[in-house]
């Protein structure tokens, strides 16, 4: 579908992700692509973003790219080494402005799935659980969910909701007792970026990668997308973006060989 | 207060906090004595079938490895484990079949490196049953009503999602705000394990870098092992208090065993050691590969160092403190296996 392309699927995602941080705001994020594009944020554009980690590393000097959220490369030369109880805490407070999330499956209201594939007692496919995305996306203001789309993943109903999106709708976070203003603010796939209807908090298809149409979109959708009237196209990786990237991940581990 | 909703996942590990602290009173010693000993003493001790456990550390990282091992090698049967960012350790105890009962925050996985076969495939043919589920700040502030000696804490996550329908929280009506709150339930395990860089005989315990859950699971805990990589002298801790954060009155024994975390991490000593862990992950793909690792790594060997000597001696284990103070590149054969 795509013209030749210079860079991979997973590169683009990582640049379409780290562009959505905000310089002098703070991130709460897991290992692999997230931390890439939290990364490559820090090198580019928000220099003074303030990374998080779940496990209790504040502030760090990312050295390479780190396997787990709690080795020592998330306090390395940090400004804070705590606890999760410390991290947690501040999330709970408001003090996390983004959250990274990856995901099996999702519904139209951005509830996610890392938990089971079937029925829980008797699941076809044992996830890892919550970890901290339930966390995560109860906690930070805005949640930015990176993961592949295809019509097993992007479903009317999901199996399990580990981590809650809109619930059922406008107003349903707010009645469970989720803090208010908090939720799902875009999923980032190989296809697209998808934002929220702000009446319906449905899935709202706001750009599309290079080559892609809004009919792939559909075709790899279990449920129907909102298309916004301005729906825009996503500006590939630099060539600049795509060095920094072997930087950051010099092996290859997340970012792919 | 009046009650909204109930998860029906199994409460595991609570106590009534006057019952605990009876329990407290007549069973952990407050007088100053030295608690070293063998690992094999520590588990035969405090490590009981049917016990529920949970282990120190963050998936890799600061994990009490030996004391894992030595579960396996004596052969505890029925364990329950909380799964609060359990990776290797749980991953291999339910491979070993010694743990048949989960709480999961986050199990089953190796983080970036892969999905765990063993363990996905103990709970998807049922040979493993997951008894309820949570999120890790939800295990977290567990283990912090626990500590307080309260029976729960209110929290502001689980809330609309399955994870509470499967956990043990209840949803109440906060009288405060009138809005809906969780109350997660107070979580004191039967024995926890903790892996750290010093302490002393009577197992006052530092940690350098992030405490992770440690603080509060150490004081939670009703028995608690301590393994060390280094043994200090008692001065070594009074000069510097402030850098205490398990105090020997919550501990139990303590366990001296250099690279007692291996194939995990050990912030400032060495790496993860991922040809060993890539290894297991290959192995484990079948009930025969998991037979395999245990009788070569486990049942093969008499104790931990000798262990140490079979997974490549004090080459290797240079090797992955060179790795750990960037000195030298980070290997992974597990790499060549993804997308």
């Keep these: 579908?795509?013209?030749?392309?210079?860079?991979?699927?997973?590169?683009?995602?990582?640049?379409?992700?780290?562009?959505?941080?905000?310089?002098?705001?703070?991130?709460?994020?897991?290992?692999?692509?997230?931390?890439?594009?939290?990364?490559?944020?820090?090198r580019t554009h928000a220099p003074n973003l303030l990374i998080i980690f779940e496990a209790g590393g504040i502030g760090p000097i990312v050295p390479v790219l780190p396997i787990s959220v709690g080795d020592s490369r998330t306090f390395y030369r940090a400004v804070g080494a705590s606890?999760?109880?410390?991290v947690m805490s501040a999330c709970q407070n408001g003090y996390v402005d983004y959250g990274f999330l990856g995901a099996a499956m999702i519904d139209q209201y951005g509830n996610i799935n890392t938990t089971v594939i079937g029925d829980h007692d008797h699941p076809t496919a044992r996830l890892p659980g919550s970890g901290g995305a339930n966390d995560i996306g109860s906690f930070c203001w805005k949640t930015i969910i990176l993961m592949r789309q295809d019509r097993r993943r992007f479903v009317k109903k999901v199996d399990f909701i580990t981590?809650?999106?809109?619930?059922?709708?406008?107003?349903?976070?707010?009645?469970?007792?989720?803090?208010?203003?908090?939720?799902?603010?875009?999923?980032?796939?190989?296809?697209?970026?998808?934002?929220?209807?702000?009446?319906?908090?449905?899935?709202?298809?706001?750009?599309?990668?290079?080559?892609?149409?809004?009919?792939?979109?559909?075709?790899?959708?279990?449920f129907e997308v909102l298309v916004a009237d301005d729906l825009i196209t996503t500006t590939p990786p630099t060539p600049e973006e795509r060095r920094l990237l072997r930087e950051i991940d010099p092996t290859g581990m997340a970012i792919g060989k | 207060m009046e009650v909204l909703r109930r998860g029906r996942g199994e409460l595991v590990g609570w106590y009534d906090p006057d019952e605990n602290r009876r329990w407290i009173q007549a069973n952990k010693s407050r007088e100053l004595r030295d608690k070293?000993?063998?690992?094999?003493?520590?588990?035969?001790?405090?490590?009981?079938?049917?016990?529920?456990?949970?282990?120190?550390?963050?998936?890799?990282?600061?994990?009490?490895?030996?004391?894992?091992?030595?579960?396996?090698?004596?052969?505890?049967?029925?364990?329950?484990?909380?799964?609060?960012?359990?990776?290797?350790?749980?991953?291999?105890?339910?491979?070993?079949?010694?743990?048949?009962?989960?709480?999961?925050?986050?199990s089953?996985?190796?983080?970036?490196?892969?999905?765990?076969?063993?363990?996905?495939?103990?709970v998807e043919t049922g040979r493993c049953r997951v008894v309820a589920e949570t999120s890790n700040a939800g295990y977290q502030w567990r283990?912090?009503?626990?500590?307080?000696?309260?029976?729960?804490?209110?929290?502001?996550?689980?809330?609309?999602?399955?994870?509470?329908?499967?956990?043990?929280?209840?949803?109440?009506?906060?009288?405060?705000?009138?809005?809906?709150?969780?109350?997660?339930?107070?979580?004191?395990?039967?024995v926890a394990f903790i892996h750290v860089p010093r302490c002393d005989k009577y197992g006052n315990a530092q940690i350098d870098g992030i405490l992770i859950e440690d603080f509060e699971?150490?004081?939670?805990?009703?028995?608690?092992?301590?393994?060390?990589?280094?043994?200090?002298?008692?001065e070594v801790i009074r000069s510097q208090p402030w850098r205490t954060s398990i105090p020997f009155f919550v501990v139990d024994a303590v366990v001296h065993v250099p690279y007692g975390a291996h194939p995990c991490e050990m912030p400032y000593l060495y790496f993860f050691d991922e040809e060993h862990?890539?290894?297991?992950?290959?192995?484990?793909?079948?009930?025969?590969?998991?037979q395999t690792y245990f009788d070569k790594y486990v049942h093969s060997v008499p104790d931990f160092s000798a262990y140490l000597e079979l997974i490549g001696g004090e080459k290797k284990l240079h090797y992955l403190r060179e790795v750990e103070h960037l000195r030298m590149p980070m290997v992974a054969p597990w790499m060549k296996n993804k997308e």
């Design chain 2, 108 to 122: 089953f996985g190796h983080e970036l490196r892969g999905l765990s076969p063993a363990s996905r495939r103990a």
């Design chain 1, 163 to 222: 981590t809650p999106g809109y619930l059922s709708g406008p107003g349903a976070r707010e009645a469970a007792g989720l803090a208010g203003g908090t939720g799902p603010y875009r999923v980032i796939t190989q296809l697209g970026v998808y934002g929220f209807d702000e009446a319906t908090k449905r899935l709202k298809l706001l750009a599309l990668h290079p080559g892609v149409t809004v009919e792939d979109v559909q075709a790899n959708s279990g």
């Design chain 1, 1 to 42: 579908m795509a013209e030749e392309a210079t860079y991979t699927p997973t590169e683009l995602l990582a640049c379409v992700a780290s562009k959505l941080l905000e310089d002098g705001k703070s991130v709460f994020v897991g290992t692999g692509l997230p931390m890439i594009a939290a990364m490559l944020a820090q």
């Design chain 2, 217 to 234: 699971l150490s004081r939670a805990a009703r028995r608690l092992i301590i393994t060390t990589e280094e043994i200090v002298d008692e």
């Design chain 1, 83 to 86: 606890s999760m109880h410390d």
């Design chain 2, 36 to 106: 070293r000993m063998t690992v094999a003493e520590a588990v035969s001790r405090f490590v009981h079938d049917g016990d529920f456990i949970a282990s120190g550390g963050f998936g890799h990282v600061r994990v009490a490895m030996a004391v894992v091992y030595e579960i396996i090698r004596q052969g505890r049967k029925h364990l329950t484990m909380a799964g609060k960012t359990a990776v290797h350790d749980l991953d291999i105890l339910v491979g070993a079949g010694c743990v048949d009962r989960v709480e999961v925050a986050y």
């Design chain 2, 143 to 190: 283990f912090l009503a626990g500590m307080m000696g309260l029976p729960f804490i209110p929290t502001r996550n689980l809330l609309g999602t399955d994870t509470f329908e499967y956990s043990s929280a209840v949803v109440v009506k906060d009288p405060f705000s009138g809005k809906p709150i969780c109350l997660v339930p107070a979580c004191q395990p039967d």
């Design chain 2, 277 to 290: 862990i890539a290894e297991w992950l290959q192995l484990s793909r079948t009930d025969e590969g998991v």
